[in-house]
């Protein structure tokens, strides 16, 4: 147990070459052992070349630095309910059911305006269909990006944009601008579960903040700002993932007042936003992006393989990250960019918007009467999205659910995925319009009778 720790600990980078190990006696109090199993495990690693010992000092890592290994920062969970278990499965094509997984079937997309859409940009200009777009991103679809931001209370011009790949792009774009490894960040818990990955990717200090129906619990977030003065807040204000709660103004007026007195940034993800019936509040509309960067994407709307987000932020970070854009991805894609505008403007995608929030709304009703047979309940009705973030009966774990279900090739989204404290461990969050197919609520029933 101790010589797997301490390989964890080199694997993911908490030590690096030249550090030095805890001490024998402070080691054995953290890991519940006796100080002759650290002395033990100590001795076998520097045998292995692993550590060495300097006599009179303490023992140091002594081995080169080992390729990051993502899986090994951060709590260590069983891998059928790992973030990058459960990101790599549902990923997989093949005959396999995805109620976990975060996107809309293809079958929801809009493809035949996506064709449509496609042969229009054949016809047009060569430079869209193979050149470098510029770092800033099109021109005319910032200008659009800016109307609708407008249409959502966020004043946000044209050159306060700069398009992404996507809205992931976009916030490790974000981390690498503003954190340094080592800087804590807060999120929501729980919260989109690729979150905690790309902040272990930027070896943040990831700091979970309970999530209520209304936001984030305020009175957390205040101990956390004074506790460890962290560098950003991420979270989605919107339709929030995985719970589906929506940010309450009064709510938004306190975070505000709290990050401004602490100096913080806040990453707005409103990658959700087109799904509402509504909308609910922005934390950048009530900001005027001063200490809030909106961001968003049409992956969950549009097309997944449509690669296209943005970022709107503050005009003095734009040359910035600008310059970043071309460091790390050197232009924006041109094609995926063209691809949107074209969609945006023919009309075709109003009317799937149109279709589409009714559709979910059906769905979300019709999946969340076929979970109260089994016993499932929400967390809360959301009053938009996909999501369902559900409450198992009593004395159920939601791994040991998944891993049931998985056997049926079922893949699911267990609560603690989502969760930095571990805590969300009786919750599932079920995507309704993946979760059509007889075949789950079948498996989930076998596997609710053998657990209960």
Not at 75 to 83: C, G
Not at 326 to 332: D, K, L, P
Not at 362 to 382: H, K
């Amino acid at each position: 147990m101790v010589m797997a720790e301490i390989r964890g600990r080199i694997a993911g980078r908490g030590l690096v070459p030249g550090a030095r190990l805890p001490s024998v006696r402070a080691f054995a109090k953290a890991m519940h052992v006796s100080a002759s199993t650290v002395v033990e495990a100590y001795e076998r690693l520097a045998a292995e070349g692993l550590i060495r010992s300097r006599p009179g000092s303490g023992f140091y890592v002594s081995s080169p630095l080992a390729p990051l290994s993502l899986s090994e920062i951060g709590p260590k969970l069983d891998r059928a309910v790992d973030p990058f278990w459960v990101s790599r499965q549902a990923l997989q094509d093949g005959d396999i059911l995805k109620p976990g997984c975060g996107w809309l079937p293809s079958s929801w997309m809009p493809e035949t305006a996506i064709r449509r859409a496609l042969r229009s940009l054949s016809r047009g200009e060569g430079r869209n269909l193979s050149d470098y777009g510029t770092p800033l991103g099109s021109p005319q679809l910032r200008q659009l990006l800016s109307r609708r931001m407008g249409e959502r209370g966020i004043s946000a011009g044209p050159d306060q944009i700069i398009l992404s790949d996507s809205g992931t792009q976009a916030i490790d774009l974000l981390c690498r601008f503003l954190i340094e490894p080592g800087d804590a960040v807060l999120v929501d818990d729980p919260c989109y579960f690729n979150f905690h990955a790309l902040l272990r990717a930027h070896r943040a200090k990831v700091i979970g903040v309970p999530m209520t129906q209304v936001g984030p619990d305020i009175e957390a977030f205040g101990r956390a700002l004074e506790e460890h003065r962290p560098r950003l807040y991420i979270t989605n204000s919107g339709i929030h993932n995985p719970t589906g709660a929506t940010l309450s103004p009064v709510v938004a007026h306190r975070l505000l007042k709290l990050a401004d007195r602490a100096g913080l940034t806040i990453i707005e993800d409103d990658i959700f936003a087109d799904l509402e019936h509504e909308p609910a509040p922005r934390l950048a509309a009530f900001d005027g992006l001063d200490r809030v960067v909106h961001i968003g994407s049409f992956s969950k709307t549009l097309s997944a393989s449509v690669r296209c987000g943005f970022i709107a932020a503050k005009p003095e970070w734009i040359e910035g990250l600008v310059d970043l854009q071309i460091a790390t991805n050197f232009g924006t894609g041109r094609l995926s960019s063209e691809l949107v505008l074209t969609l945006l403007t023919d009309g075709s995608y109003r009317k799937h918007l149109e279709e589409l929030r009714v559709r979910l709304s059906r769905t979300m009703e019709a999946t969340t009467m076929r979970l109260a047979w089994l016993g499932i309940t929400p967390w809360l009705q959301p009053r938009a999205g996909m999501f369902l973030w559900c409450r198992l009966p009593d004395g159920i774990e939601a791994a040991d659910v998944a891993r049931a279900c998985l056997a049926d090739n079922i893949v699911l989204a267990p609560g603690n995925v989502f969760s930095q404290s571990e805590e969300a461990g009786r919750f599932l969050r079920f995507n309704v319009a993946q979760s059509q197919d007889p075949r789950i609520f079948q498996s989930l029933e076998r596997a609710l009778g053998r657990l209960l």
